[in-house]
């Protein structure tokens, strides 16, 4: 049984990280408070998958410790990943809105907690809060824009260019997963971050290093030269 202050921390823990979240910035403590009596707490291991594409939407998921990526599967078996998403993130909240089921996979790629809203309470809150709802309005959007690059890149850049461009966002935090704690990327999961095969990006990888733009360490990258890398875009 856990202690009573480590309990209490806890349960207080869920209105502070939402006052963390661009999504609910901005809300009082009493607010915040309020919301944070809706959210149920879960735990999911490395490998676990949240929900699939085709199940119903019926919660929205908030992320407060640990690393999920959101993916799609192509028609011949390759996974496709849409975005990597640490703490602070929400997801799901597409379903949540439009009451269709879920457009795409939710795997839990470092063992990690969520906070789960459901979605008639989440919809009664944003009726008494509109600023919340325009916030999840912009964030909708960045999430279509940044869909919208993954598609023009992969029909207007190499795998060359497309794969440089995300390992500097990655590092840059542009664009990228810039709020992830380590995490390691196999080259199948860099590989599926830009829509390519493990094989393409296996050998781009050795091109890079004998480049000099990048060096590989017992299985981590790091960037040695960045203006060789954006010349490759």
Known sequence: MP???AAEAKRKRGPDLLR??????GLTEAESTMLGQLLR????GRGDTIFRQGDPG??????????????????DGREIILALLGV???????????????????????ASEVLVLDRDPFIGFLDKHPKVAARLLATLSRRLRHTDDLVQDAAFLEVRARLARLILSISEGKGGPDRLPPVRLTQADLA?????????VNRWLKVFVQKGAIR?????LHIVDREALRAEL
């Open 88 to 110: 602070g993130d929400v997801f799901g909240e597409l379903a949540l809105l439009d009451g269709e089921t879920r457009s795409a996979d939710a795997v839990v790629q470092a």
């Open 216 to 220: 590989i360490e017992k299985g981590v």
């Open 20 to 25: 963390q979240i661009p999504l609910f910035a």
């Open 192 to 200: 599926a971050l830009i829509g390519a095969s493990r094989e393409s």
């Open 41 to 44: 707490r879960r735990d999911f």
């Open 3 to 5: 202690k009573p202050a």
């Open 58 to 75: 019926t919660c929205l998921y908030l992320i407060s410790s640990g690393v999920v990526k959101i993916t799609r599967q192509h028609i």
